[in-house]
């Protein structure tokens, strides 16, 4: 058989471009490790693996359950950022290895599920008296990244740990919210994220996004299952500014009026509006300082407190949100509406921002774990009022079972004592401990009231 050469044929030219491609990948490949600077390598010795055991009040029984993902250590005291859902204040260990491969105990500094960020900080007693030591990274500006530019998602996927994968900023306005994606906390409503293609896979979770001169500029938090390389992270100008009141108050208050904001995108004829102007209110929440200074849904949000609002694409939603809820909790702010062609300001008094979700707790003598009614799950659930319990499972054979209660059910009162918070009803637990007696339990399922006899 004639041997292949390249000759005169009609496919030579794209023969020789492939050829040229192939060398051009090779010499990219060679020359890669050259181009990191000496601060992306330092970067690297910043990342660490965390490992987390947590509680969890799942089928009426408490639980300990086992997580692994990723940090950086941004400060020499040893102040690691990670994903709120990495380690959360249900955590009862948390463990670090460093990039020496080094394990060290740590705690959580504080918490926001609003960002899906944390801060906890190594056990720097250990630290000294093991004579380990460690890097820390340094924030970029997120605000000047650019769709296309390379960046470096580092991390510990599936266990492995200081992984590094390369992509690029596919979009670094991407706008979604998650209700429930925080163990279901909500989050997302008050950012954009950075939407990258460079793989990020379980346990790539509170790594950083960073730029090819070791600047983190993100915080990876979200891939899509079975989607191509389709990952988020939390920009980090935005996580720069939740570690200082992480570290200030071990948490970010926020205030709460109660809209629920849509896009006016396509509908800005039905209102005579121009273009880029106001914030559509799709809706205003059951007893919220809103409904109550008299907004409704259809109205128009032209300004807060003289400030000009443009909501009319949902990468615009964020940051019209984040300005009322950055003002202090009590404060009056002024809305300027547009109702049926009329101007009009209302103002409104703000409210503390809390989630839907409630503190949870298991009675396990009882086979019943519990979850708190929140006052933002009582005006979603259109409920008289806050009081109460939530049902989040029941264990077969156990009194909760065989008394009939069942998940989603909301218990209001035991003893005909109305449960105004848990520790109510954790008091009763520890009486029926120390005497077992049965007890009159009056729940609601389906907006009907109805009553139970627990047994011991």
Known sequence: MKPFTLNESPARSIIRAGICGLVALHAAAVSAPAAMSRDFNRLLEAVVRIDVREVTFEEGARRFVAGVGSGVILSADGLVLTNAHVA????????????????????????????????????????????????????????????????????????????????????????????????????????????????????????????????????????????DNLGFAIPANVARRIVDGLLAHGSITRSYIGLVPGTLQDLEHFYALALNTGLLINSVEPGSPAARAGLRGGDILLAINGQKVDGRFPEQLPPIQNLIASLPVGSVVRLSLQRDGQAMEIPVVTEKLESRMGEEWAFEKWGLSVRKVSRAYARENQLDDDTGVIVLGVQPGFPAAVAGLAAGDIITKVNREALADLETLQRVYQQFEAKPESLLVEALRERRVSLYVLKP
């Open 88 to 227: 959360s204040p249900q955590a009862v260990e948390i463990s670090i290895t460093l990039p020496s491969l080094e394990r060290v105990g740590a705690r959580l500094v504080g918490w926001d599920h609003w960002t899906d960020l944390a801060l906890i900080r190594l056990d720097l007693d250990e630290v000294k008296r093991r004579g380990l030591a460690f890097q820390h990274a340094r924030f970029g500006d997120s605000d000047a990244l650019y769709a296309g530019e390379t960046v470096y998602a580092v991390g510990t996927p599936y266990g492995l740990t200081r992984t590094v994968t390369r992509g690029i900023i596919s979009n670094n306005r991407r706008y979604f919210e998650d209700r429930g994606g925080v163990r279901g906390y909500e989050t997302g409503a008050f950012n954009t994220w950075l939407q990258t293609d460079a793989a990020i896979n379980p346990g790539n979770s509170g790594g950083p996004l960073v730029t090819e001169d070791g600047r983190v500029v993100g915080i990876n938090a979200r891939g899509y299952v079975g989607a």
